[in-house]
């Protein structure tokens, strides 16, 4: 009984270990070159409706930020105390990886991005938030309202 014990919480861990795997792919493959940059990708993670954020439009987000190589969050609309950020897209009032990673959403629509350092905060990036020098960004955005 022992033995078929042992082997079945070890069938589990495999099966454990294949669904993450397969969460993994289904991750890699989804992401996509953003049009308009030169490393940074996204994935739509929950589909929206309605009309597209365009260029010059003013567009609030709830948004979460992460360091990929702290893992570290530096920023969050949804932490006590924050509110949802407005911007006006697609004309370089935000990081270039945001700026044109968010063109195309939908209300309603959960994106994440990956940022690469030139398209973020470069090669200084941004001690006071906890982003290193080089940081690579990965920011899930939620469009809530587009004007």
């Keep these: ?4 014990r042992v082997s079945s919480i070890q069938g589990h861990r ?13 991750r890699e493959v989804a992401m996509e070159p953003v049009p308009g940059c030169n490393g940074t990708t996204r994935r739509t993670v929950t589909p929206g409706s309605g009309p ?10 709830h948004a979460t930020g992460v360091v990929m190589e702290t893992s ?3 920023w ?15 004309v370089g009032k ?3 990886g945001w700026d044109q990673g968010c063109l195309g959403m939908r209300v309603g629509e959960t994106r994440e991005l990956v940022i690469p350092a030139h398209e973020g905060y470069g ?3 941004f001690p006071a938030w906890g982003i290193p020098p080089g940081g ?5 955005l939620e469009c809530l309202k587009i004007e």
Excluded: M
């Excluded at 597209?52 to 987000?61: C, Q």
């Excluded at 969050?76 to 697609?90: R, W």
């Design 14 to 26: 495999l099966l454990d270990g294949r669904a993450a795997q397969r969460r993994r792919a289904r």
């Design 76 to 90: 969050s609309t949804k932490d006590p105390g924050q509110q949802p950020f407005t911007y006006q897209a697609g």
């Design 52 to 61: 597209e954020v365009t260029k010059g439009a003013t567009v609030t987000v």
């Design 123 to 125: 090669q200084g990036g």
């Design 94 to 96: 935000v990081i270039t």
């Design 1 to 4: 009984a022992l033995h078929v």
């Design 136 to 140: 690579t960004l990965n920011f899930t």
């Design 72 to 74: 570290k969050k530096f």
